[in-house]
């Protein structure tokens, strides 16, 4: 498993990639309805790098902020989005919110599997 700060370097540089990438072909994204969809798809993309580097940081500096991280990292998204298309908006929320409750449940899964592996001895 990953480090806290080598995560926290790649999640940085992939939303730095994906921001840009996006920005790009932001023309291209707008042009159709399937493209405006990827928009908000490759938004909520964003939001969760961004999390996953806000999360890490808080983990390595020892500060925990709770939701804010989410709403931090939400905002940052639905910005970038908006400068897509105003569907890339609504897709990204929805998006993103599917993303954060599957990561929400993958974390409850792993922190049930350790403390059952702290149990055991």
């Not at 639905?78 to 908006?89: C, E, G």
């Not at 993303?99 to 993958?106: A, F, G, I």
């Amino acid at each position: 498993m990953a480090g806290s700060g080598s995560s926290m370097l790649y999640s940085f540089l992939l939303f730095i990639a994906t921001l840009s990438l996006q920005e790009v072909f932001r023309g291209k994204l707008a042009s159709s309805e399937l493209y405006t969809i990827l928009g908000g798809f490759t938004s909520s993309l964003i939001f969760i790098l961004l999390l996953t580097f806000i999360g890490n940081y808080q983990e390595t500096s020892g500060v925990r902020t709770g939701w804010g991280a989410v709403i931090l990292a939400e905002v940052v998204a639905l910005i970038a989005a908006s400068t897509v298309h105003r569907v890339s908006i609504t897709t990204c929320f929805l998006f993103s919110a599917a993303l954060l409750y599957e990561v929400n449940k993958l974390s409850g899964v792993m922190v049930s599997r350790s403390e059952s592996r702290g149990k055991r001895y």
